[in-house]
């Protein structure tokens, strides 16, 4: 999926991550004043990444940290 400002990645499964755990820390990001949309945590999103292991997710991890 894309948007004006580039991709949108949806997944209903990450490796290394529980619904649960996740779904309760998860962050609200206001898109538009008609849509915000619910995203994983900083850090699970980290985690996620390291857990799928890619050159590129791991590459990512440098970038996000210092964010």
Known sequence: MSSLTGRIDIFTRVTGLSFDT????????????LLSVRSLSLSDLSDAKKSAGRSRDLGDLGHLMSS
């Open 22 to 33: 996740t779904f309760t820390r998860a962050e609200w990001f206001e898109i538009t004043a």
